[in-house]
């Protein structure tokens, strides 16, 4: 029953989203060119939030502090979220008919007509995250070690995915935007760092 839930949701949205996006592009007001920096800039929060829950998991040192039955939940919730987002993303400017980005050279690396390198970097990105969840959803058919060399490839993509918000958003020197980055990066450095203050901790015990 949930899989005929999630197959009839599929087609009712293929069935109303195009004409939606056909409408929007019609109209006199931008509202595709403003709906694809608001679905980029979601996009970009909730795969930071993904990575930043993710990073904490491994980090024994906030058990007592946060749930890591919370932050797992939380991780994998803001993955699928930012996945949706990113599909949401590359469809409306897709739909554009200005911004003259096409369906392969979004999809496919380095084919764009226009900024064919920064959105090569947001596509190798997508693609990079979308291989990190279906592994996890697989994550009981995959031998560990390969699932954890597949989930390390989190950290590159996220990269990847800050290099193309700063390179092919329009609003990327905007004060906000700037704000927004600046804190998310401090804080994902910080995580991260934390996690390997940890782990060093754990093997000078052991050792």
Do not use: K, N
């Amino acid at each position: 029953m949930r899989w005929l839930a999630v197959v009839c949701f599929t087609g009712a949205l293929l069935l109303v989203v195009p004409a939606l996006l056909t409408v929007a592009d019609e109209s006199e007001t931008p509202l595709l060119w403003y709906a694809g920096r608001a679905t980029g800039f979601v996009s970009y929060v909730a795969l930071w939030a993904s990575l930043f829950t993710g990073a904490l998991v491994s980090a024994r040192g906030v058990e007592g502090l946060l749930s890591r039955r919370w932050l797992i939940e939380f991780h994998q919730q803001w993955t699928v979220a930012g996945l949706i987002a990113v599909v949401a993303h590359v469809a409306v400017f897709v739909a554009h008919s200005f911004s003259d980005i096409t369906l392969v050279g979004a999809l496919v690396p380095y084919t764009s007509d226009v900024m064919r390198v920064q959105i090569a970097l947001g596509t190798v990105a997508f693609w990079g995250l979308a291989l990190v969840a279906i592994s996890s959803w697989l994550r009981a058919y995959i031998p560990y070690a390969w699932w954890r060399s597949i989930h390390a490839l989190s950290f590159g993509m996220c990269i990847l995915a800050f290099a193309h918000a700063l390179q092919a958003g329009s609003d990327a020197l905007a004060w906000p935007a700037r704000a927004l980055y600046l804190v998310t990066a401090a804080l994902t450095v910080g995580a991260v760092v934390a996690r390997l203050l940890v782990a060093a901790g754990r093997r000078g015990r052991r050792a």
